[in-house]
């Protein structure tokens, strides 16, 4: 390996490290400790991720896929790297950022590139702003038609060897594709894994990049269109041209393994279009918010009302609604939630991060969580389960019941291992008499990794694991050194993931 590259490597692995914590994928499936471990001994753990590339020992022969609720029925592929992994895969793509930004059309609003603050543009934001822009063209062209689609599992159908293709043509840093011809071969070879994986907010780049023959095929033939990762519009005076727009896109789509969506695809007529751009009634609520309107605040609560008429409620419209009551410090969706989170276990995040701003003035809210934890509704729904104990873990709320089906959970090799990383946390933070030795037990016989690594955190909290037992494990067990280490120095808070909302 080249110094260059080595010093290339270091630089985008500390990018990456910063850019850790800051993505969707990272708030749905939080570390149990927020990486503390990690970052007290950065440098020693990046030395190791660095000998590990220059061994070409970085692929991934084993990887969590955790499904992620889309609504109460559906879910989506959530890929769950380890720290060491997930660190050399948003490397290399960091690393390539520059030259496929350059290369994006104007037309992509996803994952864009922000070269100044060296950062991938806020998800969020960058849908509004293309939403924003729609619009604009459309008041511009009010008589033009909108065609609209996407692609069916877009994500799990990039063909690998077709993406390092394209970015061997861009002149990409040799080290980063190297890097990401193996890993993504590997990936999708040794686990259930195909395409790119889900997660990594990183992983919008490479997606964008993979459909950059379609942008420079709508734009060829002289249209003017707008694309999110694989949500496209495009806008037209005539149905027919429009109609073979989508032919050609859907052409160029089944060349790379891909095929649009039958039941999104539509061309919407000039008339219409207003009303499929539902968005501008939010931005005008969003905006007297911000300002302190009351009449924003009426018209919230309008919103919300007929949000929640319909069955099932919109799951956009439904975060939408409890991001900007909550910024408005209203309660007024709380009754609601209380009696209906079971029904909407996919929202479980933003759900208990409205219902968290209300716990101190809502005696209700302890004891509805607390509940929710054994809800049958809810329990299906190993997410929903996760967000519960962080809920617990923050808010402090600690019975007889919430300890035992915590116990339960951490008990059960059947639940998924991200829920009991949770509830050995929460049993570390609140024992019962005899629980520190009763953790140690189950630190001694558990078999997973990740959830043995939070065992011994709880094993520290709750006063069972002293600094020579600490010692002991860290010279027995070296996945977990760097974990016993920072637990031996005795720091004086160990962080627990904060519930956030990212709509």
Same mark, same amino acid.
């Given at each position: @390996?080249?110094?260059?590259?080595?010093?290339? !490597? *270091?630089?985008?692995?500390?990018?990456?490290?910063?850019?850790?914590?800051?993505?969707?994928?990272?708030?749905?499936?939080?570390?149990? *400790?927020? +990486?503390?471990?990690?970052?007290?001994?950065?440098?020693t753990y990046r030395s190791r991720v660095v000998r590990m590339i220059e061994h070409d020992d970085?692929?991934?022969?084993?990887?969590?896929?955790?499904?992620?609720?889309?609504?109460?029925?559906?879910?989506?592929?959530?890929?769950?790297?380890?720290?060491?992994?997930?660190? *050399?895969?948003? =490397?290399?793509?960091?690393?390539?950022?520059?030259? $496929?930004?350059?290369?994006?059309?104007?037309?992509?609003?996803?994952?864009?590139?922000?070269?100044?603050?060296?950062?991938?543009? =806020?998800?969020?934001?960058?849908? #509004?702003? #293309?939403?924003?822009? /729609?619009?604009?063209?459309?008041?511009?062209?009010?008589?033009?038609? @909108?065609?609209?689609?996407?692609?069916?599992?877009?994500?799990?159908? !990039?063909?690998?060897d077709a993406l390092v293709d394209d970015l061997n043509t861009l002149s990409a840093p040799k080290w980063a594709v190297e890097i990401l011809n193996g890993f993504l071969h590997a990936l999708n070879t040794l686990n259930n894994v195909s395409g790119i994986p889900q997660g990594p907010d990183t992983s919008g780049i490479l997606a964008n990049l993979y459909l950059r023959q379609v942008d420079l095929e709508i734009q060829r033939l002289g249209f003017t269109h707008f694309r999110y990762s694989d949500d496209i519009i495009v806008f037209g005076s005539d149905w027919i041209q429009l109609r073979e727009v989508i032919l050609r896109i859907n052409r160029i789509l089944r060349s790379r393994n891909l095929i649009l969506s039958s039941s999104k695809t539509r061309i919407v007529d000039s008339k219409?279009?207003?009303?499929?751009?539902?968005? @501008?009634?939010?931005?005008? !609520?969003?905006?007297?918010?911000?300002?302190?309107?009351?009449? =924003?605040?009426?018209?919230?609560?309008? +919103?919300?009302?007929?949000? !929640?008429?319909?069955?099932?409620?919109?799951?956009?419209?439904?975060?939408?609604?409890?991001?900007?009551?909550?910024?408005?410090?209203?309660?007024?969706? /709380?009754?609601w939630l209380l009696r209906n989170f079971g029904e909407i276990p996919h929202l479980a995040r933003e759900v208990l991060a409205y219902l968290g701003r209300f716990q101190e003035t809502d005696p209700r809210i302890s004891y509805a969580v607390a509940n929710y934890l054994t809800d049958q509704h809810l329990a299906i729904y190993s997410y929903a389960q996760q967000h519960i104990l962080i809920y617990l873990i923050n808010h402090r709320i600690v019975d007889a019941s919430t300890q035992k089906a915590a116990w339960d959970i951490l008990v059960d090799r059947n639940v998924d291992g991200f829920?009991?990383?949770?509830?050995?946390?929460?049993i570390g933070l609140?024992?019962?008499?005899?629980?520190?030795?009763?953790?140690?037990?189950? +630190?001694?016989?558990?078999?997973?990794?990740? $959830?043995?690594?939070?065992?011994?955190?709880?094993?520290?909290?709750?006063?069972g694991a002293t600094k020579d037992y600490l010692s002991k494990i860290s010279k027995s067990h070296s996945s977990l050194r760097l974990t016993a280490d920072y637990l031996k120095s005795d720091p004086e808070t160990i962080p627990t993931p904060q519930l956030k909302d990212w709509t």
């Open positions: @390996m080249l110094a260059s590259d080595r010093n290339s !490597i *270091i630089n985008h692995l500390d990018l990456a490290w910063s850019h850790l914590g800051e993505s969707s994928g990272d708030l749905d499936l939080p570390d149990p *400790i927020s +990486f503390a471990d990690t970052a007290a001994n950065w440098k970085y692929q991934p022969d084993t990887v969590d896929v955790v499904d992620l609720p889309k609504d109460r029925l559906m879910v989506r592929p959530l890929t769950r790297l380890q720290l060491n992994h997930r660190l *050399i895969y948003d =490397a290399a793509v960091l690393a390539v950022a520059p030259v $496929v930004g350059k290369a994006m059309s104007d037309a992509v609003w996803s994952s864009r590139w922000w070269g100044r603050k060296r950062r991938v543009l =806020a998800p969020t934001w960058s849908w #509004m702003q #293309m939403q924003r822009a /729609v619009r604009r063209f459309h008041k511009q062209k009010p008589d033009w038609h @909108m065609a609209r689609t996407d692609v069916t599992s877009f994500y799990e159908h !990039i063909e690998v219409d279009v207003l009303a499929e751009l539902e968005d @501008m009634e939010k931005d005008a !609520i969003n905006y007297g918010i911000r300002k302190n309107s009351p009449d =924003a605040l009426k018209e919230l609560k309008l +919103f919300f009302d007929r949000t !929640i008429s319909k069955r099932p409620p919109s799951a956009r419209d439904l975060k939408f609604s409890l991001t900007q009551l909550r910024r408005a410090d209203s309660p007024y969706a /709380v009754s829920v009991r990383e949770f509830a050995a946390r929460y609140h024992p019962a008499s005899g629980d520190d030795s009763r953790l140690r037990l189950q +630190f001694m016989n558990e078999d997973n990794l990740r $959830v043995r690594r939070a065992l011994l955190v709880a094993c520290h909290e709750s006063g």
